[in-house]
Structure formats: structure tokens, C-alpha cells
T-cell receptor, first 114, second 116 residues
């Protein structure tokens, strides 16, 4: 069966510090991968998605970047965090080549920038 | 443009009550997909159901049921005999027929609290 792991679960970082959140998927090959951010008002915002190694699309301009160094690994990064980067970050995957394949989410990372 | 409205921000019920979560959507597409996800306090969103706009039959899965009304652009979710474990944020979402998840539009969610 497929599983998705996301870490860390919580993170408190000062403004200006770097960020690295990691997500890995097991049990499937070449998944589509996604990073979402959930602000305090509960809305889900798609940040990045990837259909393959090294292929990253950004949905919104921001202070963050994403990378996919391996087929089932997706990393969210920042060189210098801003206060506005605080939020709940969720990694997700779904099946490639299947329109409207349901998303499967990780447990999320709660990031607080102080 | 797509839009999903979940007008109920928070709902509180007592255990064993039935509860309906409303979802109204807007789209110019003639075909589309609708989804419901559950986000328990642990944080991860859990997929509940996907419905193609061609299929207007209501669906039942245990205590969960979904009422799809194309005429009113609604896809409501009912929990029968609610339990404390049903407490979560529930999201409705809409996608065009050719969409990957990048084209998925989420509603703002409804916080359901089931009291013992």
C-alpha cells in the first residue's frame, strides 16, 4: 500500500532563517506531488506541483521554492523565512496520468516563524 | 472560473444527531468532478468521495451519504448518527474534467464538532 511521510511535524524558526521540509512517498512510482499551504482561515492554497524528477511548477509567486531530487521525494525550501510564511504545510500525491485522481495527504508541518 | 462555497463555517451537534454539511459550487464546465475531504485534528486530509457530474445518483457509505443536485449546483454531505470521531474540518472541492489536482478548487471548509 502507498504511504506518504512528511517531516518535521512542527517547526519554529526565526525570521531570516532557512527552511527545508521533506516529503516522501512509498508504494507507488512516478507520483504527482504537491505542496499546499493552509492558512489560519483553513483555506488550502496550492504552492507547487511536480509530475516528475526535476519538474516543478509554481502556482503562486512567493518566498518559497520546491525541488524533486528523487522520484518519490519532494522538498519545500526557503533561503530566508518571512513572518508571512507561517502556516500549515501539507504534502500530497496522486496517480499520474489519471484525471481527477484523488489526493493523498501527509500529516502536515506546522511552521511558526518568529 | 470555479468557485466552491461552504457557507457553514462551524457546526456543533450532539452525538447521535444527524448533520448535513452544505457545498455549493460554480463552474462553466458542463462536466466536472466533485470531492469531499475530511481533516481530523491530526492534520492530514483524508479523501472521502469523488463524484462525476454525469452521475447524479446519491451515494451512501455507512453513516455517510452525499446528495448531488445538479439543478442547484450543490453536493451536500450528511452524517447520520454522528459520533465524536466525526469531529473534523470537512472540505468540498471541484475540478474540471481534464484537471489534475492543480486545478482543484477547495471550499473554505466546515468545522464540525460532535459533542458527547
Amino acid at each position: 500500500s502507498q504511504t506518504i511521510h512528511q517531516w518535521p511535524a512542527t517547526l519554529v524558526q526565526p525570521v531570516g532563517s532557512p527552511l527545508s521540509l521533506e516529503c516522501t512517498v512509498e508504494g507507488t512510482s512516478n507520483p504527482n506531488l504537491y505542496w499546499y499551504r493552509q492558512a489560519a482561515g483553513r483555506g488550502l492554497q496550492l504552492l507547487f506541483y511536480s509530475v516528475g524528477i526535476g519538474q516543478i511548477s509554481s502556482e503562486v509567486p512567493q518566498n518559497l521554492s520546491a525541488s524533486r531530487p528523487q522520484d518519490r521525494q519532494f522538498i519545500l525550501s526557503s533561503k530566508k523565512l518571512l513572518l508571512s510564511d507561517s502556516g500549515f504545510y501539507l504534502c500530497a500525491w496522486n496517480l499520474p496520468g489519471v484525471n481527477n485522481s484523488p489526493l493523498h495527504f501527509g500529516n502536515g508541518t506546522r511552521l511558526t516563524v518568529t | 472560473a470555479q468557485k466552491v462555497t461552504q457557507a457553514q463555517t462551524e457546526i456543533s451537534v450532539v452525538e447521535k444527531e444527524d448533520v448535513t454539511l452544505d457545498c455549493v459550487y460554480e463552474t462553466r464546465d458542463t462536466t466536472y468532478y466533485l470531492f469531499w475531504y475530511k481533516q481530523p485534528p491530526s492534520g492530514e486530509l483524508v479523501f472521502l468521495i469523488r463524484r462525476n457530474s454525469f452521475d447524479e445518483q446519491n451515494e451512501i457509505s455507512g453513516r455517510y451519504s452525499w446528495n448531488f443536485q445538479k439543478s442547484t449546483s450543490s453536493f451536500n454531505f450528511t452524517i447520520t448518527a454522528s459520533q465524536v470521531v466525526d469531529s473534523a474540518v470537512y472540505f468540498c472541492a471541484l475540478s474540471p474534467p481534464s484537471g489534475s489536482a492543480r486545478q482543484l478548487t477547495f471550499g473554505s471548509g466546515t468545522q464540525l464538532t460532535v459533542l458527547p
